[in-house]
């Protein structure tokens, strides 16, 4: 079992910038590739970014790329989001999940078996 506790959301203005991050309880993170999802009102939850179990791979959406960094440390039981060039259309709420399949891209929210309560980002015009 891991529990997954999401902090650092906020308003910012356009262009401005935020970094998330994801605490998971337990000895076992390094196990898991780690993913951050968003969700938008009456919108579904989409992938954002994620990151293997050493960090060695990382997969973003083209939505975020070149703006967004997920990282993480191990050795602190955390993955991060660093979001620059926030954007109106990136207001959601984030969500961190953990998965323990084999790596692909971490696309997929379905292959998530933790997820943690999310931490809205509010990004002004």
């Known amino acids: 079992q891991v529990q997954l506790v999401e902090s650092g959301g906020g308003l910012v203005q356009a262009g401005g910038s935020l970094r998330l991050s994801c605490a998971a309880s337990g000895r076992t993170f390094s196990r898991y590739n780690m993913g951050w999802f968003r969700q938008a009102p009456e919108k579904e939850r989409e992938f954002v970014a994620a990151i293997s179990r050493s960090g060695g791979s990382t997969h973003s959406a083209d939505s975020v790329k070149g703006r967004f960094t997920i990282s993480r440390d191990n050795a602190k039981n955390t993955v991060y989001l660093q979001m620059n060039s926030l954007k109106p259309e990136d207001t959601a709420v984030y969500y961190c999940?953990?998965?323990?399949?084999?790596?692909?891209?971490?696309?997929?929210?379905?292959?998530?078996?933790?997820w943690g309560q999310g931490t809205q980002v509010t990004v002004s015009s």
């Open positions: 999940a953990a998965d323990r399949n084999y790596w692909s891209n971490g696309a997929l929210k379905e292959l998530y078996d933790y």
